[in-house]
């Protein structure tokens, strides 16, 4: 298997909602990533977890929230969201660099969302 | 911020013609990641370049590296209509942490 899934592929939600995206891989990659992509703009990183930690978090409003249940699962809960939130949200994974690794990424197709 | 910087921001060729986009970096690199991104999906891996390699080839693919200008360039060769999409060169984070920087992007569009 040597895919990336993520679910749902799209999803609008309310101001007040709260939603998670879920992301899935069986590549026995160690390192998982959400990028959050809008529209003509390449993909901006958002969270980083290595072995099942969360290693980096570019300063991420807390409305949303990074969870790494086991290595081959990826959520991102969402609450509170505003309009502009609305996005491309695209999960990845990798071999951690700390392997020696040099293949590349391994992307999802992405969960588009709409805050309304 | 971003590391990568890719031009031209939008390319537009016939098809069978050759495409070449370019891309500049600031910081010192373990490699560089080209990749490719159909209209609303995912990133699709399309070739990486270790920083002690000059030149890769992959299909219709050539990559060139030039650390001591900190550019890489990403050539097509006999673009097909399929080959429309934006492309991307990727570098690592500062520090040597797991993690993509990605440039602007390329738009490329191949003329049937």
């Known amino acids: ?116 | 911020s971003q590391q990568g910087e890719e031009d031209p921001q939008a390319l537009s060729i016939q098809e069978g013609e050759n495409a070449t986009m370019n891309c500049s970096y600031k910081t010192s690199i373990n490699n560089l990641q080209w990749y490719r991104q159909n209209s609303g999906r995912g990133l699709v891996h399309l070739i990486l370049i270790r920083s002690n390699e000059r030149e890769k080839h992959s299909g219709r693919l050539r990559v060139t590296l030039d650390t001591s200008k900190k550019s890489s360039s990403l050539l097509i060769t006999a673009s097909r209509a399929a080959d429309t999409a934006s492309y991307f060169c990727a570098t690592g984070l500062r520090g040597g942490a797991d993690g993509l920087t990605f440039g602007k992007g390329t738009h490329l569009i191949i003329q049937p």
């Open chain 1, 1 to 116: 298997d040597t895919e990336v899934t993520q679910t749902p592929k799209h999803l609008v939600m309310g101001m007040t909602n709260k939603k998670s995206l879920k992301c899935e891989q069986h590549m026995g990659h160690r390192a998982m990533y959400w990028y959050k992509q809008k529209a003509k703009k390449p993909p901006e990183l958002m969270f980083v977890y290595s072995y099942e930690k969360l290693s980096i978090n570019e300063s991420v409003p807390s409305r949303f929230s990074p969870e790494c249940p086991n290595s081959s699962l990826l959520n991102l809960h969402l609450h509170a969201l505003q309009p502009e939130d609305s996005a491309l949200y695209l999960c990845a994974s990798s071999q951690p660099r700390q392997t020696g690794s040099n293949y590349g990424y391994t992307f999802g197709s992405g969960t588009r969302l709409t805050v309304v």
